[in-house]
Nanobody
Framework: QVQLVESGGGLVQAGGSLRLSCAAS????????MGWFRQAPGKEREFVAA????????NYGDSVKGRFTISRDDAERTVYLQMNSLRFEDTAVYYC????????????????????WGKGTVVTVSS
């Protein structure tokens, strides 16, 4: 059973940076694509970023392109989300997620297509 645990959320001023981490246990992390989603109060869960199993290909939601960077460290079984130039509208609960499809290519993921989820970490950006 795959378990995902996020960390690194917190309160930050607009324009600041945070780095989120997602530690994975169980399963075959090194061959699994990984991703991040977020959900703001009263809104649907939104795709943020994804990285393929090799770490060579990434995709981003339009609202975070050029500001967020996803990366992975297979030795540490961890995926990261570096968030720069944070805006008030980035305030949300951020979730790590993965599909149960090793080697699968990545795209603009739908939350319904994910099989494993973390419990989330809260990011609050003050304006």
């Amino acid at each position: 059973q795959v378990q995902l645990v996020e960390s690194g959320g917190g309160l930050v001023q607009a324009g600041g940076s945070l780095r989120l981490s997602c530690a994975a246990s169980g399963g075959t992390f090194s061959i699994s694509p990984m991703g991040w989603f977020r959900q703001a109060p009263g809104k649907e869960r939104e795709f943020v970023a994804a990285i393929d199993w090799r770490g060579r290909t990434t995709n981003y939601g339009d609202s975070v392109k050029g500001r967020f960077t996803i990366s992975r460290d297979d030795a540490e079984r961890t995926v990261y989300l570096q968030m720069n130039s944070l805006r008030f509208e980035d305030t949300a609960v951020y979730y790590c997620a993965a599909p149960n499809r090793p080697y699968a290519p990545i795209g603009l993921w739908d939350p319904a297509g994910m099989d494993y989820w973390g419990k989330g970490t809260v990011v609050t950006v003050s304006s």
